[in-house]
């Protein structure tokens, strides 16, 4: 008995953490144990809900029945809700006793609407109201679940947001290369991984930082002579992000350069 219930939790729970775009992209920060208790926190919450749509239902089913008795162009005999249904199959497959039958007829039920349509219509439901509250589409709607994901990381947010209002930024990588572009595309979440793997760069200007005194040099102009032309570039060798606007630039590039080195 303890089976029919314990299964269905961790099932939905799982069920939850894969169709729910806003459990999924969070998927990746759950390891071991709590992980688990996760999963069985989503799934205690669909339990829940199905004890409470399989009561409402037989509440419902009973209220009716003598309306759909009444109506002679139905031709139905209604006599039990769905509970006493099957409980009648379970005692006519002598699968239990008489006594024990509503008691695991209930349990089936709730065990049945728990695995399978209570995830699904939790994930639809919530993504439904995520769409009205944001007044967008699926496409935007994912990127505004990502983008309060990664609020927590300086980086990732100043990544995010400048993929969206696509913004010119200036990208020093730990090798001393320097990437100036337009951010595309970030990874995108999977159960195991966040979004801040790699990043796709359509880039401007390339070049790197001098050694000494770390000012920018630009070697390559790549402008629009390529459309193709992209770089994937791995965000955890990413040193230092910044908007890139040209005057400013020139102005603390100028200044910086009018600076002795330390012990020249």
């Not at 992209?230 to 060798?237: A, D, G, I, T, Y």
Request: one cysteine or more; a negative charge; hydrophobic letters at 45%.
């Amino acid at each position: 008995m303890i089976l029919l219930l314990l299964l269905p939790i961790l099932i939905s729970g799982f069920i939850v953490c894969h169709c729910h775009k806003f459990y999924f992209y969070k998927l990746h920060r759950h390891e071991g144990q709590y992980l688990y208790i996760h999963t069985a926190r989503l799934g205690i919450t669909c339990l829940f809900y199905s004890v409470i749509f399989n009561a409402l239902a037989a509440v419902i089913i009973d209220a009716l029945r003598p309306l759909i008795m009444s109506i002679p162009a139905l031709n139905v005999e209604l006599t039990n809700n769905h509970i006493g249904l099957l409980a009648s199959i379970l005692v006519k497959a002598d699968l239990t006793s008489p006594n024990d039958a509503p008691l695991y007829s209930w349990l089936l039920w709730v065990a049945c609407i728990t695995m399978f349509p209570m995830p699904h219509l939790w994930a639809y439901l919530s993504t439904l109201s995520m769409k009205v509250k944001y007044s967008t589409t699926d496409k935007r709607l994912k990127l505004y679940l990502i983008g309060e994901m990664l609020r927590d990381s300086p980086l990732d947010d100043f990544l995010f947001d400048a993929i969206n209002k696509e913004q010119l930024v200036m990208l020093t990588m730990n090798d001393r290369k320097v990437y100036v572009g337009y951010l595309i595309s970030m990874g995108e979440p999977n159960e195991n991984e966040g979004p801040d793997q790699e990043i796709t760069l359509k880039p401007r200007l390339s070049g790197y930082r001098d050694k000494d005194t770390l000012t920018v040099k630009f070697t390559t102009f790549y402008g629009d002579s390529d459309p193709e032309l992209f770089l994937v570039l791995r965000q955890e060798c990413i040193v230092s992000a910044t908007l890139f606007k040209e005057e400013l630039f020139n102005h603390f590039n100028r200044s910086a350069l009018s600076v002795p080195v330390a012990g020249n």
